[in-house]
């Protein structure tokens, strides 16, 4: 079944490119079902009474609250990646989970391209096809300093490094104790971060940890985080 996220201020009325998909990608017709999800939690199954010029008009079938969203809350601060690694790291973190992403400047950024419009769009899209009931956000650019400054408004505050020989992810999370619980993830870029920055970062309040024996690439870090918290604490 089609899955759609519709402004709740919009529905049951699918209108903009969702609706031109609908009706002429995937050939939609009057009587099929397509599911929605307004972005609250709340899922709805609609049926299609209408297809207009612009727009599609449904009717609300039934609705219920989704319990596919993880507990736990995960921010994940990426630092800006080279190339077009950005998108795969939005689609796969939205598909694993993340409640919201930070695009971040470190000392060692190598990336430079900002495209809002296009990673929330990719944000929406896993989101529909993951079977969520929200559309993660992406965040204004906030640079290192910034992000650090968010840690009041968290439970936990995570940031892996190379370097970190003793503390493993796993361990972090033992000493936590709030049941859904919400936290901040920092990633470094290509060449990790400076240890000027995880000594501000500890000095902030961080926790540095360790993602495991081996080093993991930018695009990699964060999902291999984002699953293992996920696993540890749901």
């Known amino acids: 079944m089609n899955r759609l996220f519709i402004a709740k201020d919009q529905l049951p009325i699918i209108r903009g490119s969702d609706a031109h998909h609908l009706k002429n990608v995937l050939r939609s017709r009057i009587g099929d079902e397509i599911e929605l999800f307004d972005g609250s939690g709340m899922v709805y199954l609609a049926k299609i009474t209408k297809i207009e010029k612009d ?5 609300i079938i039934s609705q219920h609250r989704s319990e596919n969203e993880p507990k736990v809350k ?19 973190c939205v598909e ?18 900002v495209k809002f419009e296009r990673w929330q769009k990719l944000a929406k899209e896993a989101a529909e096809q ?32 190379e370097l970190e020989k003793e503390r493993t992810l796993k361990s972090a999370l033992t000493i936590q104790q709030s049941n859904n619980p919400t936290i901040l993830l920092l ?12 000594e501000a970062a500890k000095k902030a309040g961080f926790t540095s940890i360790s993602l495991g024996k081996r080093i993991l690439r930018t695009e990699t870090a964060g999902m291999a985080a984002i699953a293992i918290i996920n696993y540890e604490l749901e």
Do not use: C, H, Y
């Open 74 to 92: 995960i921010t994940l601060a990426q630092a800006l990646p080279k190339g077009n690694k950005m998108d795969f790291i939005v689609e796969k």
């Open 130 to 161: 993951s079977g969520r009931a929200i559309v993660p956000s992406i965040e204004p650019l906030m640079n290192f300093a910034e992000v650090l400054k968010l840690k009041a408004q968290f439970d936990l505050f995570l940031i892996p490094w």
């Open 96 to 113: 694993l989970g993340v409640s919201k992403i930070i695009p971040m400047l470190t000392e060692r950024t190598i990336g430079k391209a």
């Open 187 to 198: 990633i470094g870029p290509e060449g990790g971060f400076s240890q000027k920055e995880v």
């Open 55 to 59: 727009s599609i008009i449904t009717e």
